[in-house]
């Protein structure tokens, strides 16, 4: 049974056109994380929760932001796409930090139009 | 400076040889822990392996191991008897518990092909 669920797999949106991505864990862990990988690369991180606490990376757009309504859920929007934001969007949970393993969803793969 | 360094973009291996998979890593903190990982196209990473910097012994996981060299910074992953679902991305990763914000960062990648 999927534990780190993303909804959709596939998104598929317009220059300029707000998106929401979202993720559910089942894991009840405390760290939620956003990583954005581009084709044929490493998966970078965004930004992750601590139970409510934010966290953003130094080099995160401004373009890209973050919720964390409740333990199960975070979302991702972006507010603009630009077709450079095109790429795999994987959410990871983690009980806590340290040499805590990272469980990751499926992914969503977001294509700008 | 890369933190985590995958020499091999790709490599292939014959089904049911073993292969090793390079990572390299550089990090001050003497507190960290080393993942593998496995994206097959479906997208999803799929976590392997874990080798603590204070663990004595190196790491197993059924076919998976860890080839752990301290002094050299170097985390090798084994994998025994190589399977056509083996076919995959490869991460190495790394944790600074201290450093970093205590983030995994994760090196460029391997693609593993097995043949038939």
């Known amino acids: 049974d999927a534990m780190v669920i993303q909804n959709p797999r596939y998104q598929v949106t317009q220059f300029g056109k707000p998106v929401t991505l979202s993720c559910s864990q089942t894991?009840?862990?405390?760290?939620m994380y956003w990583y954005q990988q581009k084709s044929s690369q490493a998966p970078k991180l965004l930004f992750h929760?601590?139970?409510?606490?934010?966290?953003n990376e130094a080099d995160t757009p401004d373009n890209f932001q973050s919720r964390r309504p409740n333990t199960s859920f975070c979302f991702l929007d972006i507010r603009s796409p630009g077709l450079g934001d095109a790429a795999m969007y994987l959410c990871a949970t983690s009980r806590d930090y340290g040499g805590e393993k990272l469980f990751f969803g499926s992914g969503t793969q977001l294509s700008v139009l | 400076a890369q933190k985590i360094t995958q020499t091999q973009p790709g490599m292939f291996v014959q089904e049911k040889e073993a292969v090793t998979l390079d990572c390299t890593y550089d990090t001050s903190d003497p507190s960290y822990g080393l993942f593998w990982y496995k994206q097959p196209s479906s997208g999803e990473m799929i976590f392997l392996i874990y080798q603590g910097s204070y663990d004595q012994q190196n790491a197993t996981e059924g076919r998976y191991s860890l080839n752990f060299q301290k002094a050299r910074k170097s985390a090798n992953l084994v994998i025994s008897a190589s399977q056509l679902g083996d076919s995959a991305m490869y991460f190495c990763?790394?944790?600074?518990?201290?450093?970093?914000?205590?983030?995994?960062?994760f090196g460029g990648g391997t693609r593993l092909m097995v043949k038939p």
């Open positions: 894991l009840n862990h405390n760290v």
């Open positions: 990763a790394m944790r600074e518990f201290h450093n970093a914000g205590n983030m995994l960062t």
């Open positions: 929760y601590y139970d409510k606490d934010f966290n």
